[in-house]
């Protein structure tokens, strides 16, 4: 293999860059050019290439966001967009690919590997951590961190109030950054998708922690979640307890951003190495990730295909911490 490209698809996620970075200094390092492919698939059909070299990545493992930008492209999922990103790159020279993105870019890229055969490794890039395959995703660590501090500040405001909060994260499938923010940002409750909390439950808790002298409660609520979002709840619970001062934050795109933790600078550099050595070693349709700190390659498919489960422990932790 003497060339590769490398993209970020997807919704950005703090440390893609110092991933880019591992990837373009593995691959000038073993001898392999490498094209950058600026926004994703969007780009690969349009032939947006750059060639990268190891001064490209310098001052780059501690920025947030992408430097090659990233997309989502609604023609990447038709066949004729496919057919027209494999021209680019067939034109290109380009031998293998390196994916760095979530369930969506990984979906794209073994639906292309199977077509046009182009060997893929995948790196897992997305805060949600919703990937089978790989015990952390890139940026996940950092953005539980960014939402965990807003939530220490939230807290600081709710009690100084005697207020409720409902404190929405991301994670459209998933639970995953909702349950370590409400465990660490000690909330009363969390609303996730993969396990039904009634608004009556809420309710009922609300109730019976401030006849035992709670004066603010924290109910931190997965964007995916079943009972229709934080405002809809919100408005619930105020409608059942109208003497509740209740107020719904909704933390959005800033978890996404900023400077990654020295976890996720570790993990993207470590993935990114194993993706380009992945390559070498004749790796196809896979995802590098880690799975008890070892390094492991799961098949593009399985990743997405298969759900990797949040430990009934932690829910149960919440329920314990909060009384
Ligand atoms: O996939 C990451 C993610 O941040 C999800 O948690 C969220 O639902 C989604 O992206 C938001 O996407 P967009 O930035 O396109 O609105």
């Known amino acids: 293999m003497k060339r590769i490209g490398v993209f970020t698809s997807g ?27 600026r926004r994703g698939y969007s780009g690969m059909i349009h032939g947006d290439f750059c060639k990268l070299e190891s001064h490209s990545v310098s001052n780059l493992v ?38 760095i993105g979530g369930n969506g870019t990984f979906t794209g890229a073994t639906k292309f ?31 539980v961190n960014t ?36 465990i660490g940002g000690g909330a009363e409750i969390a609303m996730i998708p993969e396990a039904t909390v009634t608004v009556e ?7 019976i922690d401030w006849l035992h002298a709670k004066t603010s409660s924290i109910v931190i609520i997965a964007e995916g979640e079943v009972e229709g979002g934080s405002t809809k709840v919100a408005a619930k619970v105020r409608e059942a307890l109208p003497d509740m001062d209740a ?22 550099s470590r993935l990114g190495i194993a993706c380009v050595k992945g390559l070498l070693e004749g790796q196809k349709d896979v995802m590098a990730g880690t799975i008890n700190s070892k390094l492991v390659y799961t098949p593009l498919i399985d990743t997405i295909a298969k759900k990797k489960e949040i430990s009934p422990e932690y829910t149960r932790m919440i329920e314990i911490l909060s009384i």
């Not at 790159?89 to 031998?95: F, K, L, R, T, V």
């Not at 404190?167 to 998933?174: A, F, H, K, L, Y």
């Not at 439950?201 to 109730?207: L, V």
């Open 11 to 37: 919704g950005d996620a703090p440390g893609m860059n110092a991933c880019l970075r591992a990837v373009v200094r593995t691959a000038i390092y073993h001898g392999i050019e490498v094209y950058g492919i």
């Open 62 to 99: 501690q920025k947030g966001g992408t430097f090659l930008k990233s997309a989502r492209s609604p023609e990447f999922m038709t066949k004729e967009g496919r057919q027209k990103a494999y021209e680019q790159i067939q034109s290109a020279g380009i031998e293998g690919l390196v994916a």
């Open 113 to 143: 590997y199977d077509e046009f055969g182009i060997p893929t490794v995948g790196a897992p890039g997305t805060i949600d951590n919703d990937l089978f395959g790989t015990d952390y995703t890139i940026g996940y660590d950092t953005a």
């Open 147 to 182: 939402a965990l501090d807003s939530i220490d500040k939230i807290r600081d405001t709710a009690d100084s109030h005697d207020r409720v909060f409902f404190i929405e994260v991301m994670g459209r499938d998933s639970g995953y950054i909702a349950v370590p923010c409400a």
């Open 201 to 207: 439950s809420i309710i009922d808790k609300i109730k």
């Open 247 to 268: 107020r719904v934050t909704i933390l959005g795109h800033v978890q996404r951003g900023g400077a990654p933790t020295a976890f996720d600078r570790l993990l993207a």
